[in-house]
């Protein structure tokens, strides 16, 4: 029976011929295009690792503001680090700049596009990118700050993958920024010529053994340092910006804790003479009391302080003497006087209580400003100005990192956009399905099962996707894609000539992955399609459509027939649409 | 016995629309055998047919095929008991469209262990000069002829037939019975015929009349006329 069937395929292959042809393109370009982007990309990706060996990448960088002496820089490769001075001054002209540095001897190697490294000193190589950007060719004369040079050839450096100006820049404009490297000779006169205050002091390193970066920038850091030594304005703008104002903070809370500890001993002092002017104020009062006793003595009344007040109202009122009244009074007063002392002289201690408060909260305060500053303001100033791994640095392996999410990206939306067309190409053989029921159902009843007919209705599907998915991939594979999706790379990076690589498994994707989809989308939507009972396929059963519920009344019957095969007909072609839009978004969104 | 019916009883709808359209049928049919079902439209004879062909489940009752209860068994076991036993020929042709009348008879014939020889089936059936046409290139009795050969190319020993000539004219009807007849009389296959026609009862062994559900009648014919001598049909 598979035999017979097969017939069939290619039967309804010559039929439909327009319909799966079209989607086998569609199959064929999209596996053109995920085949290029991924094979290019891995290109870039392998080619990075190999020629980043080859140059000898950095492992990192890092500048200083004082260059490292002879001693220093054997200290360092004494820990198997491997170093290299990559000084370099920006020479800039009509809003160009050229970056001027010497030609590498260890690390990150020149890696030459075209002619030679500058054999004598009026020659300099030019990195690539700017070269081309500015039509410079291999013999052409460039000068630079008045001094004229001979392009002896051009190339690039894998620190410079990405040739942006600053760290932080995030386009290149290789129109208006490049790379001279001239001879060491020719540097060193730069610099001794030109006065040159606007050197880099940036040295590149590579571990070799078990010493880390972290290590080599600690032991950077622990080197012995003045600051006085650098002449560089901006770093003495940095020292008074950061130092100066650490002192200005201790100095203040210093004056601070200074102040409240005069304050507290002021108090002190005055609180020493509660005790003399409570008691003078007591003896006040004992006098006049005194005083009162012996001018109430004829009446054999004895006056304390807690009596007083009552006994001579009492006196006041028989003796209705005007004396004893205000002798009363005189008392009430001192009586008062002496209280409000007393008053006075708890409050003064309770101030300096607080005062005494305030002076430890000071000291406090102090310290933990002290614990805080040395902990921030990093009590000595060290040399080290920028340390950066590579893998940090967004110079190096730039052109392989956004490459690597392209492939994944590719590799991805490949499976999705197979996804949909498989899709697509099962509501065409839907469509068959529901055509063929009542035969399907006739050949049910006759005992044939619906695994018999569920892979015959996958193969066509399954063909295709093989075919599309080996045309797409050899065409994808072919020297005019990869060319054209590596010109996309290198008019941008700047990165030498990469070999042209074939991931096994991006062969096995492009020969495995179609299919297989075609399979599993098909079977899940077909297999549903052919799981009824061999009597509704023969009657033709079908799920109450929206279709069949327009209202079509007012038409005649042959023309409501008519509309809603039309109808039905433009459901296909929606989903199919539909699929091809979501389709290209994603092929959007991925390139 | 080749098939045996013993109090068939078959519902559709559930709930408050329930309709009983079998309402407990018995009768029995011998090896070898051709059998007419007649009876009034929605007497329950199609549903009868498929009761016994294994596509519609039954309710209650026993049907026996060579001995074997088929009642009751599950959708793939049904599957096989049809591949194994049955040859089914609808009103429709329902043939594969794109493939030719060979081809059609091939796709049957993989259901069979020992299926009859295409070649030679083609012959009886008059088929041959026609064998490489699609079915869209044949007449409606060359369909209908195709499909009885499809059928028959697993050698089925029961073939039931759901008003076979129904759509043909009474000269295509007649060749198509003399079809039937002569298969019935070469391989000896037994045949149950679900027929409107009122002359085709005149050829066949043995009659049943279904009314309501249930068998009204049935006879064996002592004389049978020849399909060729059919008259009105
Ligand atoms: N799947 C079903 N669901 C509900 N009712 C059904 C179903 N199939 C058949 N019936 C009902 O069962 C009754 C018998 O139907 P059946 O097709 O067996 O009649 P018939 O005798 O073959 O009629 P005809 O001669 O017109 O073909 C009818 O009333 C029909 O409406
Ligand atoms: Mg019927």
């Known amino acids: ?591 | 016995m080749y098939l045996e019916v013993k109090g068939l009883k078959k519902k559709y709808g559930n709930g408050s629309n329930i309709v009983s359209v079998l309402k407990g049928i018995s009768f029995s049919v011998e090896k070898g055998q051709m059998c007419v079902i007649q009876g009034t439209s929605g007497s329950g004879k199609s549903t009868l047919l498929n009761c016994i062909g294994g596509l519609e489940t039954t309710d209650e009752g026993s049907i026996k095929v060579s001995g074997k209860e088929i009642s009751g068994l599950s959708m793939s076991d049904f599957s096989d008991y049809r591949r194994d036993n049955l040859g089914f020929i609808f009103q429709f042709y329902n043939l594969v469209p794109n493939l030719t009348v060979k081809e059609n008879i091939k796709v049957c014939e993989f259901l069979a262990q020992s299926p009859l020889d295409i070649d030679e089936l083609l012959k009886t059936l008059g088929l041959t000069e026609h064998q490489d046409k699609f079915p869209s290139q044949l007449s409606g009795g060359q369909q209908q002829r195709c499909a009885i050969a499809r059928a028959l190319v697993k050698n089925p020993r029961l073939l039931l037939c759901d008003e076979p000539t129904g759509a043909l004219d009474s000269e295509t009807s007649r060749d198509i019975l003399i079809l039937l007849e002569e298969i019935n009389k070469k391989y000896g296959t037994t045949m149950l015929i679900v027929t409107h026609n009122n002359s085709i009862k005149e050829m066949v062994h043995k009659v049943i009349f279904v009314k309501d559900g249930l068998v009204k009648n049935q006879y064996e014919n002592k004389k049978r006329i020849p399909a060729k001598e059919l008259e009105d049909l």
Not at chain 1, 54 to 70: A, K, M, Q, R, Y
Not at chain 1, 159 to 182: H, L, Q, W
Not at chain 1, 451 to 473: M, V, W
């Open chain 1, 1 to 591: 029976m598979k035999k017979v069937l097969n017939k069939r395929i290619l039967r309804d292959l010559k039929n439909n011929f327009a319909r799966y042809a079209a989607l086998f393109l569609l199959i064929v370009l999209g596996m053109y295009i995920v085949t290029s982007m991924v094979a290019s990309s891995e290109n870039v990706i392998r080619g990075t690792i190999e020629k980043n060996e080859l140059n000898c990448v950095e492992d990192g960088e890092f500048s200083v503001f004082v260059p490292l002496t002879n001693e220093q820089l054997d200290s360092i490769r004494a820990n198997d680090v491997d170093i290299e001075e990559i000084f370099n001054f920006d020479y800039s002209e009509n809003g160009q700049v050229i970056r001027v540095m010497k030609v590498r001897d260890s690390i990150n190697l020149i890696e030459l596009n075209e002619g030679n490294l500058p054999h004598y000193d009026n020659e300099l190589v030019l990195e690539q990118r700017y070269a081309s950007e500015n039509n410079i060719k291999i013999g052409d004369d460039i000068f630079i700050s008045g001094k004229k040079f001979k392009v002896s050839g051009t190339g690039c450096v894998p620190d410079y993958d990405m040739p942006i100006r600053k760290i932080s820049d995030t386009s290149v404009e290789s129109s208006d920024f490049g790379i001279a490297f001239v001879t060491g000779t020719m540097y060193d006169t730069f610099i001794t010529e030109s006065n040159c205050k606007a050197q880099e002091y940036i040295y590149a390193y590579r571990l070799k053994g078990e010493f880390s970066a972290d290590n080599l920038k600690k032991f950077i850091k622990d080197m012995e340092f003045d600051y006085h030594d650098v002449e560089d304005k901006y770093f003495q703008d940095y020292i008074s910006n950061t130092l100066g104002k650490k002192d200005d903070l201790t100095n203040g809370i210093k004056e601070l804790v200074d102040g409240s500890e005069k304050l507290s001993d002021g108090l002190s002092e005055i609180t020493s003479h509660n005790d003399d002017i409570r008691k003078g104020a007591d003896d006040i009062f004992e006098i006049f009391l005194l005083q009162a006793n012996e001018a109430v003595s004829f009446m054999g009344i004895n006056l304390t302080v807690d009596n007083y007040a009552s006994e001579l109202e009492k006196c006041v009122a028989v003796t209705q003497n005007s004396e004893l009244s205000e002798l009363k009074n005189t008392l009430d007063k001192l009586k008062e006087f002496s209280d409000k002392t007393e008053e006075y002289t708890d409050r003064v201690s309770e101030v300096y209580d607080g005062s005494d408060e305030i002076e430890s909260g000071m000291k406090e305060l102090q310290e933990k400003t002290e614990e805080i500053s040395e902990k921030y303001f990093d009590g000595q100033i060290d040399n080290l100005m920028m340390f950066l791994k590579a893998e940090d640095n967004p110079r190096i392996n730039a052109a392989s990192n956004e490459r690597m999410v392209n492939r994944n990206m590719g590799l991805l939306a490949g499976v999705v956009v197979m996804i949909l067309f498989m899709y697509v190409i099962s509501v065409f053989v839907v469509h068959q399905i529901q055509s063929e029921s009542s035969v399907i159902g006739t050949l049910y009843a006759l005992g044939v099962k619906k695994k018999d007919l569920i892979f015959h209705y996958l193969r066509l599907p399954t063909l295709i996707a093989f075919l599309g998915g080996i045309t797409g991939g050899i065409i994808g594979f072919s020297k005019f894609a990869i060319d054209s999706q590596m010109s996309q790379v290198y008019s941008y990076y700047s990165v030498p000539e990469y070999e042209n690589v074939y991931p096994v498994y991006l062969l096995v994707y492009c020969i495995v992955m179609p299919s297989v989809i075609a399979m599993i989308v098909n079977y899940i939507v077909i297999n549903q399609k052919l799981s009824k009972t061999a009597l509704s396929l023969i009657r033709n059963e079908q799920k109450e459509s929206k279709i069949s519920n327009v209202n079509l009344k007012k038409f005649s019957f042959i023309r409501s027939f008519q509309i809603r095969q039309i109808l039905r007909e433009i459901r296909i072609v929606f989903t199919i649409v539909f699929g091809m839009f979501i389709a290209l978004l994603i092929f959007m969104i991925g390139i």
